[in-house]
């Protein structure tokens, strides 16, 4: 039953990162009521390394000028990578590569300029199907739900209730503060330079980056449960090698997220849909997660706008071939992992000290995707 006082919105979009801000941006000028609910006040920190590439700029058409006045960003024109414990590499570009922002603003900034009204503070508890939709908390009435709450996603567990397994997930851990001057004269990362060190069995990889004054290091690693010890040794590596004083690391913060393609997931039914980290879009080589998500959010804006107010389950599957147009259907990575497991086993740890491979197969394609097309959409 409705309550009489009941709100309403013709979609409902559940989650305000990436992903969910930029559907809403999307759906701007449309003509249809979005609205945008989080269960956090924003700004709200997301557990990030913050590594942004050149097309997710061109995506969400940022004014770099206009945001650097208020925000950190960082660009980047250099890596240092290696094995946890072994020597390490530099490898230099002649352009920008790629920037550093913070979560924190990145997705405030994102979330207050889409255009749609948003009721932050406020989780998504239950969902009810009902006549035209959906009743959200018992008193929003809304015709679409666009679940963009990332991993933890209730619009998507309720989708994959069949299938609730964690195959394919990456645990990571990451602490972000800013360093004291004192601080950051014992440290040796430089600020357009992340470094990159990968796990002796290549299942994960940790970073550091120095962005704007703002440390940030962090570990992620496929089906790892005891990610504690395996931070420890990298941090170990860090102080032993004069790159971070374990000491000055503040309190690690843990998240996940899901590696696209390894697990069959239900991404669309009547009158819902996902995006972002709710379906698991992450790269399978590097994690990025951003890109896919505001990739995923303007696909289903365009989708979104073509169904003219019809949201069945047949008409919302156009949203899914597309999804599978860009990234490939989930059997097209049947051993998505950060590193094909080929790799791993035979060349690996050799090839990774090389600058060739470092360069052409490591940064260019596995990290910066370069030779990625940009998506069309709008
Ligand atoms: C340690 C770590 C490092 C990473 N580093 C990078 C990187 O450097 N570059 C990169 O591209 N990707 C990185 N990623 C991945 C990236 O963070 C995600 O892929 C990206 O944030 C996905 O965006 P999203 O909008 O789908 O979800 P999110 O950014 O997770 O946003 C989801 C939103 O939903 C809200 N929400 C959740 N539940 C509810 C609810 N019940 N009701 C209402 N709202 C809810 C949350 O508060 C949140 O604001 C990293 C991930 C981790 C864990």
Redesign the pocket.
Known sequence: MIAPESETCDVLI???????SSCARGLRDSGLDVLV????TFP?D???????TPPVVDLLDLDLDDYKREHALQPITRFRTGIIGGPAIETEYDKTVSYGIRRCEF?DYLLKRCGARTQLGS??KTMERSENGWLINGSLQAKLIVG???????VARRLNQANPSEKSVVL?Q?TEFELTPEQQSLCRVKPDTPELYFCRDLKGYGWCFLKDGFLNV?I?REGEKQLSAVRDEFTDYLDREGRVPKEILGKFKG???RLYGLQKRTIIDDSVLL????IGM?SPQS?????P?IETGLIAADMIRDCQRDYSKARLGTYQEKVFDRFGEWSDHPEASFIPAAFRQFLGRRLMSTQWFTRMVLLDRWFLQQHLLPLVHG
């Open positions: 559940v989650g305000g990162g990436p992903g969910g609910m989080d269960k956090a709200r997301k557990v990030c390394a913050g590594w942004i997705d989780p998504l963009a709450g990332g991993h933890f996603c209730p990571a990451e962090g992620g998240h996940a997220y995006v972002g980290d709710a992450a994690g990025e997660g951003i890109r998500a």
